[in-house]
């Protein structure tokens, strides 16, 4: 978060909205719109910009203003919680600084109450949840309704006309985006999802795609284009490519973005994927073990795809909301048409003796890592790909990884492997 950022987004006179508040100074009612933006999709507070049309909004606060922010969120609310809070010091006035105040429902202990009341956000502006609206936000502060509300449904192996799954492997990714109550009423813009598209056909991921399908052979690739079912308010971007004369392309992409239906509802959500589809099988009538340095490339490569700065304006855009409140990829799924130790053999990994094994992981990711961040990013993959490894009971993944990390990714990808090796 820069100054710049900031400036921009107060020059293009965004209106307080959902999930975007302005505050002059520190007040009473900075708790109350934390709680009610915990409650709801989340959301920032720029602390130090005025709501009123002078010629300059940002006029900043002292330091100090941190503290009462947090003394107010722990004395005013119900669990005791704060939000991030990022400084952004003002050059030209020394002492003072925009803050930067970020709520993420994720990280809340949801429902934040205030004197027994549960703040709610809507159209802007702060309101209290009515019996039905607490009901709701109670139920779901069980381990078990948090853990199903944060997750995307269920994914599936793609399957052929005998029912058999007609993929290796599959993963995929996503995240709820919080829409501007106004946009829940509009159907997705055609302009916004070809930019979405256009950000896709230059993220990581196809930069992962395309080495790999030149790993494989020279071929073809189509970049992500609208494919199969689209709808007013759903879209299916889709992405191929492999070697020349192969039946089938080895290797898909597909994006989906799905806003549910809403009428009458004061908020609503972007449904966002982003998953992999791996046909071997079918492409060269045989399947073959996946190493792990390809697989962390290509988890890798899908998460900072959700991250990259245009895709997430992209998705801002069709949500009409300010990519300042974009959240992050909430979790992988991983499912093989085969036994797992069958998909990772020739990694060096060991199977326990009658451990059992498995086809699939469904992992949540931890909301403390900041996934725009490498590094953290990278800690994170390793725990997973350490937790499908240890339920499909294989040992090794810990040494395999450093190893991994000890050099390059490109330099691992580069050494050779066993010629029928993903």
Same mark, same amino acid.
Not at 97 to 102: A, E, G, N, S, T
Not at 275 to 280: C, I, L
Not at 367 to 377: F, H, L, M, T
């Given at each position: 978060?820069?100054?710049?950022?900031?400036?921009?987004?107060?020059?293009?006179?965004?209106?307080?909205?959902?999930?975007?508040?302005?505050?002059?100074?520190?007040?009473?009612?900075?708790?109350?719109?934390?709680?009610?933006?915990?409650?709801?999709?989340?959301?920032?507070?720029?602390?130090?910009?005025?709501?009123?049309?002078?010629?300059?909004?940002?006029?900043?606060?002292?330091?100090?203003?941190?503290?009462?922010?947090?003394?107010?969120?722990?004395?005013?609310?119900?669990?005791?919680?704060? +939000?991030?809070?990022? +400084?952004?010091?003002?050059?030209?006035?020394?002492?003072?600084?925009?803050?930067?105040?970020?709520?993420?429902?994720?990280?809340?202990?949801?429902?934040?109450?205030?004197?027994?009341?549960?703040?709610?956000?809507?159209?802007?502006?702060?309101?209290?949840?009515?019996?039905?609206?607490?009901?709701?936000?109670?139920?779901?502060?069980?381990?078990?309704?948090?853990?199903?509300?944060?997750?995307?449904?269920?994914?599936?192996?793609?399957?052929?006309?005998?029912?058999?799954?007609?993929?290796?492997?599959?993963?995929?990714?996503?995240?709820?985006?919080?829409?501007?109550?106004?946009?829940?009423?509009?159907?997705?813009?055609?302009?916004?999802?070809?930019?979405?598209?256009?950000?896709?056909?230059?993220? +990581?991921?196809?930069?992962?795609?395309?080495?790999?399908?030149?790993?494989?052979?020279?071929?073809?690739?189509?970049?992500?284009?609208?494919?199969?079912?689209?709808?007013?308010?759903?879209?299916?971007?889709?992405?191929?490519?492999?070697?020349?004369?192969?039946?089938?392309?080895?290797?898909?992409?597909?994006?989906?973005?799905?806003?549910?239906?809403?009428?009458?509802?004061?908020?609503?959500?972007?449904?966002?994927?982003?998953?992999?589809?791996?046909?071997?099988?079918?492409?060269?009538?045989?399947?073959?073990?996946?190493?792990?340095?390809?697989?962390?490339?290509?988890?890798?490569?899908?998460?900072?795809?959700?991250?990259?700065?245009?895709?997430?304006?992209?998705?801002?855009?069709?949500?009409?909301?300010?990519?300042?409140?974009?959240?992050?990829?909430?979790?992988?799924?991983?499912?093989?048409?085969?036994?797992?130790?069958?998909?990772?053999?020739?990694?060096?990994?060991?199977?326990?003796?009658?451990?059992?094994?498995?086809?699939?992981?469904?992992?949540?990711?931890?909301?403390?890592?900041?996934?725009?961040?490498?590094?953290?990013?990278?800690?994170?993959?390793?725990?997973?790909?350490?937790?499908?490894?240890?339920?499909?009971?294989?040992?090794?993944?810990?040494?395999?990884?450093?190893?991994?990390?000890?050099?390059?990714?490109?330099?691992?990808?580069?050494?050779?492997?066993?010629?029928?090796?993903?």
């Amino acid at each position: 978060m820069t100054l710049e950022r900031v400036r921009e987004l107060v020059a293009i006179g965004q209106p307080e909205s959902l999930t975007l508040e302005y505050k002059e100074k520190y007040t009473p009612r900075i708790p109350t719109s934390v709680a009610a933006m915990a409650n709801s999709y989340g959301g920032v507070i720029l602390v130090g910009v005025t709501e009123s049309n002078v010629d300059d909004r940002v006029v900043g606060v002292p330091e100090g203003t941190i503290v009462q922010i947090v003394n107010g969120c722990h004395q005013t609310l119900e669990p005791p919680w704060e +939000p991030e809070i990022i +400084p952004v010091p003002l050059p030209e006035t020394e002492g003072r600084m925009i803050l930067v105040v970020r709520v993420d429902p994720a990280k809340a202990s949801r429902p934040l109450l205030i004197q027994g009341a549960a703040p709610i956000r809507l159209h802007g502006r702060n309101s209290v949840a009515d019996r039905a609206g607490l009901a709701r936000l109670i139920n779901e502060a069980t381990p078990q309704a948090v853990a199903a509300g944060l997750r995307l449904p269920p994914a599936d192996l793609p399957m052929d006309d005998q029912g058999k799954p007609s993929a290796d492997f599959l993963v995929r990714t996503g995240m709820f985006v919080p829409v501007d109550a106004a946009a829940t009423w509009r159907p997705l813009s055609e302009r916004n999802v070809q930019a979405f598209a256009d950000a896709l056909n230059n993220s +990581p991921l196809h930069q992962a795609l395309f080495r790999w399908c030149a790993s494989i052979g020279e071929g073809g690739m189509n970049p992500f284009h609208r494919s199969g079912f689209n709808r007013a308010r759903r879209v299916r971007l889709l992405w191929q490519g492999g070697p020349d004369g192969a039946p089938a392309y080895p290797l898909e992409a597909v994006a989906r973005i799905d806003l549910p239906d809403a009428y009458g509802a004061p908020v609503s959500h972007l449904q966002v994927s982003l998953e992999v589809v791996a046909r071997f099988q079918h492409a060269f009538g045989r399947s073959a073990p996946l190493s792990v340095a390809r697989l962390h490339e290509l988890v890798d490569a899908l998460t900072a795809s959700l991250v990259d700065d245009k895709v997430t304006g992209a998705l801002a855009a069709l949500a009409g909301v300010d990519p300042l409140v974009m959240p992050q990829p909430l979790g992988l799924d991983f499912l093989s048409s085969t036994d797992m130790p069958d998909l990772l053999a020739g990694n060096g990994l060991a199977s326990v003796p009658d451990a059992g094994t498995s086809r699939g992981a469904n992992l949540l990711a931890d909301p403390g890592v900041d996934q725009r961040d490498a590094a953290e990013r990278r800690a994170l993959i390793d725990s997973w790909l350490q937790q499908i490894s240890l339920d499909a009971g294989l040992l090794g993944m810990e040494k395999v990884l450093e190893q991994l990390h000890g050099t390059s990714l490109e330099q691992q990808l580069r050494r050779p492997h066993r010629t029928d090796a993903l």
